[in-house]
């Protein structure tokens, strides 16, 4: 267990946290510490709504011939567990929460480039998400998150603009956030801090920003025509007035196959921090991990037609996305053996954080591999559209990105807060969490195989076996993410003080107390040689 | 020792002066927050050639697949127009260009005047859209709110075909006329600041980044004159 | 050695019927045994690389708070291995899996057709010999059988796990896929791309029959007419016959012989008369305006639904084999 010693009493010592009180100072805070708290409590609420929204789908999918709602509201139901849990959720989720805490402080600065657009990225996310809930209280939409046409543009009558509209605005924050990363990283290092002795997680969340910077525009002026077409009736993408379909799928994917790899990068960067933490040694590889989260970013602007193998797309763009799709399952295949090679004569310890990291590198590991059945054009054209495609996203997704996710607020806790959580409650939660998973997606490889379409309402009675499983699965799920969200809240008030280091860790952001005070650094940071010295000696100050 | 300082028109940062440009808490340095001013902008018109890049590409596959329609729809928009208009966005550009000389060179009225004549061009700029808009609108070429065209206009081509030209037209030259509008409110709060004797040659690298900002939007305009105004040439 | 493979993976399914979708058509099992492959090798890495750091995590657990591991030395070796094995591996896959989807989208030459139109929410299937079915399709075995398919709204799919085939049905053209049945049986027939509130109602089933069953299930079910029959009816009715005159003298060409020649347009492209082709020029003709003849033809979208123009082009093929008279 960690030695925290309690140096001074929170209270007496002012940091970001209690430098100003009242809900304008956090309305209109530039401290990037307090930005990622606005993001934690709106991703946490979108979180519990697409939640929420799941739990009622594998309720109802309980029964082949459907146990809860009409198909009409379970249609609704998956679209908006699809856009809010997308959109709302795992595309800003590490980056503007841990992104924004940490990426100043491990680079040794006192805020990000630009403080006031970091602001206006939270209001322009919470623009967004109030269209979007609007939609979602107005009677919801359901063509699917992701809005084929003609279906979307001429053939129902669900908020398919005000959906569009929210999902339009927020692609916004997430440029804008990009944005200020980049030029973070590139300009304002501490002194001595030069690309290669960056932290991991700040390589991946560069990574990350170059998606986020490149890829959004393109979806915004894809829903930005949808809209169009939908208002004025002209022919975009409707073929019965001379438009084509297969067009919006071109430029739909454009980003949204690129917008996978901004929601698993980060967590990426993040279990690289917590592997060498908590094995106390240097990440194998630390080049390979650096620019294979580069590679990731670069490749998988280019491998968008795998989503349409089956569209009329030509045979041969079948060929050309399908290679490409298997070139860039290499660069994460180069993660998961550094993260292993890590490992090897460490001293490693099971903290709740170090549970989550091994989680992902094992659900990870499954879910990336099932990628190469979709990359694989034969099996594919099988796969394609049915549960086996559910399960391979929701285990990178889920298993992966989640989980990191949960690891990442668990490690970086008591440097947020001051505090520190119950790690046993935690251990049973990320274990609660791990068995759950499975047992709810694991069925569903094998449902997507036998041949169980996605986006049923009703199905077949041989699949109901699994389906039950898959539900049970479900509510076990559901109770572990509850339980961190108990002990973590109580924590804020009751757990024990925690100093500046309480893992032991290496790096920029654990040489400053915990809670940081406003410009991170009470002193101006040592930049060392090396990042993750764990082999070297302890020094006196840390 | 002021009085002289503004009479002259130059700007300088003397110590009893204080046009020391006020350095962001987050940066270390002058320099560090000017590099980083600058490489955001740069950064910015990459999204923003991405956003126009999605609607080109759109743009030009509906031309291959309906090049009789959007032959037709481009003959119907006034060449002349856009020539004038594609002369008066060169002249901003230019005069941009000087503003940021002038800044560059400390010369408060130079800077003060070159930043109302681009900001001068630009509003003709729109000024010409507009009165462009507005006979598309009698034309009764808007589609979806007023779209019935004369069958000359048509010029054999389908009528879908030509509407979908000109939903393309009213949406690339419409979100290039709102990146104008923001444009020349940048350039609104650059004249105000130079008035207020913020900018200096140790700080000007806001008028750069605006120029910056306004050069590419130009080049924009310059791509979308010969796409939209030229189909099928002009004799 | 891939018959023994194939052999012990069936006695493994064979334990658990529930894991395996019937394999009823000729790629059914070369799919299978990619996606066996695939299983395996998923399997393996992922056991592989638990058990390993299932072994380094009891192997290397902390054992004291002062513990210092030594720094472990990069391997470049390491690294450029377990990039290229892993590489090789994904273009063996890459190479095996193109292979037989290429197979798979080329149908083979005297392929029985069938129709498909896909609406919301039900199949339309249409035999040349007449039978129209809803939501079931009924095929003979061993037969390769090519499917037409369009919508008449949004984008369907048309997917029958049994027979590993799956193509989107998009409206406003036409796609295709194949298969050849080898086992006799009823196999579910799924839309797989969501179109809609009844999109998971839209579901029916493929009947494989005995070549005689089929035969005998044809002629009670055609009714008296052939699509062709149909489409001639058609184009008379429609009034196509005015201007398609058969010795050449009416404002349209004549169209016996045409179907699957090459045509000439007026700008100097030269494209096939193939279904597309027609079907593009009932509803949108003004698109391929052809030298010598003045563009009068008048659209016929919204006047004939998609069964009708498949009819039409079943009866231009079935005129395909004529001779032009000369006038």
Redesign the interface.
């Known amino acids: 267990m960690s ?1 925290a010693v309690a140096e001074v009493p929170v209270e007496s010592r002012i940091h970001y946290l209690n430098a100003s009180y009242g809900i304008k100072s956090w309305l209109f805070t530039t401290d990037h510490k307090r930005i990622a708290l606005l993001y934690l409590g709106s991703i946490t609420l979108m979180f519990f709504i697409g939640g929420a929204a799941a739990v009622l789908m594998r309720l109802h999918l309980i029964e082949p011939a459907g146990a809860l709602v009409q ?2 509201t379970y ?1 609704k139901l998956f679209t908006m567990h699809g856009v809010v849990m997308v959109f709302f959720f795992l595309i800003p989720s590490i980056p503007a929460t841990l992104g924004n805490f940490l990426v100043p402080m491990m680079i040794g600065a006192r805020d990000l480039a630009f403080p006031r657009l970091n602001l206006l990225s939270w209001y322009v996310y919470i623009t967004g998400a109030t269209f979007t809930l609007y939609a979602l209280i107005s009677g919801g939409v ?3 998150w ?1 809005f ?1 046409t ?2 979307s543009s001429h ?2 009558n669900t908020h398919v603009i005000a959906t569009a509209l929210g999902v339009f605005i927020t692609g916004f924050s997430s440029i804008l956030t990009g944005l200020n990363f980049i030029v973070t990283i590139h300009k304002m290092r501490a002194p001595g801090m030069t690309w290669k002795r960056m932290p991991l997680f700040l390589w991946s969340m560069y990574a990350t920003s170059i998606i986020f910077v490149l890829g959004t525009p393109v979806i915004a002026v894809t829903l930005f025509l949808l809209g169009l077409e939908r208002l004025f009736h002209v022919g975009i993408f409707d ?2 007035i ?1 438009g ?3 067009l919006f799928q071109h430029l739909f994917w454009f980003y949204s196959h690129p917008a996978v790899y901004i929601m698993i990068l980060p967590g990426m960067g993040v279990v690289s921090e917590l592997i060498t933490c908590f ?4 990440p ?3 080049i ?1 991990i650096a620019y294979s989260s580069l590679a990731i970013a670069m490749i998988s602007f280019f491998v968008w037609g795998h989503h349409m ?4 797309q030509s ?1 041969y763009a ?2 050309i996305f ?2 490409l799709s ?2 860039v ?2 660069p994460s ?2 993660k ?3 993260w ?2 890590t ?8 903290q709740a954080p170090m549970l989550y990291a ?1 989680g992902f ?2 659900l990870f ?2 879910g990336g ?2 990628g ?2 979709l ?5 594919d ?2 796969l ?3 549960y086996f495609v559910i399960a391979h996203f929701h285990y990178i997704m889920v298993g992966g990105a989640v989980m990191a996710y949960l690891g990442g607020i668990h490690f970086w806790w008591p440097k947020i807060t001051g505090r520190l959580y119950h790690d046993g409650w935690a251990r049973v939660a990320a274990v609660v969490i791990f068995f759950g998973f499975n047992l709810t997606f694991f069925p569903q490889y ?1 449902l997507g ?3 169980m ?8 009675a ?1 699949f109901q ?1 699994l389906n039950v499983m898959s539900s049970a699965g479900a509510s076990i799920l559901g109770i572990g993410y509850l339980i961190p969200f108990i002990y973590l809240l109580w924590s804020i008030r009751y757990g024990p003080v925690a100093g500046p280091n309480p893992w032991g860790a290496k790096g920029l952001e654990w040489e400053t107390p915990s809670p940081p005070p406003t410009d991170n650094f009470e002193e101006s940071p040592v930049v060392p040689d090396e990042p993750y010295g ?2 070297k ?1 302890e020094h006196a100050h840390v | 020792m002021s009085e002289s300082a503004v009479n002259s028109g130059r700007l300088e940062a003397t110590a009893t002066h204080g046009v020391t440009p006020a350095l962001h808490h987050q940066f270390e340095d002058i320099e560090q927050q000017r590099e980083a001013g600058n490489f955001g902008m740069w950064i910015f018109l990459a999204t923003e050639m991405l956003f126009f890049g999605a609607i080109f590409t759109a743009y030009i596959m509906y031309r291959v697949m309906y090049y009789p329609g959007f032959e037709a729809g481009s003959r119907g928009l006034e060449a002349s127009f856009g020539a004038t208009m594609t002369f008066v966005l060169l002249a901003s550009s230019f005069t941009m260009a000087m503003s940021v000389h002038a800044a560059h060179a400390g010369k408060r009225r130079m800077l003060l005047g070159f930043l109302f004549a681009t900001m001068l061009l630009g509003i003709i700029f729109l000024g010409l859209k507009f009165t462009e808009y507005t006979h598309k609108w009698h034309e009764q070429l808007v589609p979806g709110l007023n779209f019935h065209p004369a069958a000359e206009s048509l010029r ?3 009528e879908h075909a030509v509407e979908l030209f000109m939903c393309f037209y009213f949406f690339m030259t419409g979100l290039h006329a709102l990146h104008m509008i923001i444009g020349i409110g940048l350039l609104g709060v650059m004249a105000i600041l130079a008035w207020q004797g913020k900018i200096s040659p140790e700080n000007y690298n806001r008028v750069e980044a605006a120029g910056l900002y306004w050069h590419f939007v130009d080049i924009i305009w310059i791509y979308l004159f010969p796409l939209l105004y030229l189909v099928g040439g002009r004799y | 050695m891939n018959l023994s493979y194939r052999l012990i993976a069936e006695v493994f399914m064979a334990q658990w019927p ?4 019937e394999d009823a058509s000729t790629s059914a099992g ?2 299978d045994r ?2 066996f492959f ?1 299983t395996g ?2 399997l393996f ?2 056991f592989s ?2 058990a ?2 299932f072994y ?2 009891i192997r ?4 004291s ?1 002062k ?6 030395e ?1 391997s470049k070796v ?2 450029i291995t ?2 290229v094995i ?2 090789l591996i ?2 063996g ?2 190479l ?3 292979s ?3 197979a ?2 080329r149908p083979p030459r005297g392929s029985a057709e069938i129709f498909v139109v896909g609406k ?1 929410w039900m199949w339309q299937l249409q035999h040349p010999e007449g039978a129209r079915e809803i939501n079931q399709l009924h095929i003979p075995v061993g037969v390769p059988v090519q499917l037409t398919m369009t919508s008449e ?3 369907h ?1 048309f ?1 029958v ?2 027979f ?5 049905v ?4 036409y ?1 295709s896929e194949w298969f050849q049945a080898t086992k006799i049986g009823s196999y ?1 027939l ?12 839209m ?1 029916g089933s493929i009947e494989v029959m005995s070549p005689t069953d089929y035969a005998q299930w044809l002629r009670d079910n055609s009714g008296n007419k052939s699509m062709a029959e149909s489409g001639q009816e058609l184009f008379a009715r429609l009034g196509c016959d005015t201007c398609h005159v058969t010795d050449g003298t009416g404002s349209g060409p004549a169209l016996q012989g045409r179907f699957g020649k090459q045509v000439t347009l007026r700008d100097g492209q030269t494209r096939v008369m193939d279904d597309a082709y027609v079907r593009q020029s009932i509803l ?1 003709p ?2 391929l305006p052809l030298p010598n003849y003045r ?1 009068v033809m008048p659209t016929f979208q919204g006047q004939i639904s998609e069964e009708q123009i498949l009819q039409l082009i079943a009866y231009l093929k079935s005129i395909g084999s004529e001779r032009i008279e000369a006038p």
């Open positions: 030695t198909p009409e249609n359901d063509t699917g992701t084929y003609p279906l053939y129902v073929p019965a001379g084509d379909p297969v094995s106390r040694k240097k194998f590889g630390y390979f193998f089956v569209s009329s045979v079948g060929f399908s290679a298997f070139a399952a290499i295949a180069i998961v053996f550094n292993t090679a490992l090897y004569k460490g001293s490693i310890s099971y091994l590198i094992g590991t499954m591999l099932t190469l059945f990359a694989s054009l034969a099996t054209v099988h394609h559209d049915t094998m195989y036998l041949g379409p996605r986006r049923y309402a009703v199905y077949p041989e076996v764990y082999a000696p | 054999g081509a389908p | 529930q894991l395996r979708p070369q799919v990619l996606y695939l090798l998923t890495f992922t690389i638990f390993t750091i380094f995590m290397y657990r902390r054992r708070e513990e210092r591991p030594p720094e472990t990069e390491l690294e377990w990039i892993p590489g994904c273009v896959i890459f095996w899996s193109a037989l989807f290429f798979a989208a919301q709204d949004v984008i799919d997917f796990p049994a590993r085939i799956k193509m989107d998009v409206p406003g053209r796609t579910h799924f839309c797989a791309q969501f179109c809609g509130t009844l999109h998971s109602g579901q949108t003004g698109s563009p």
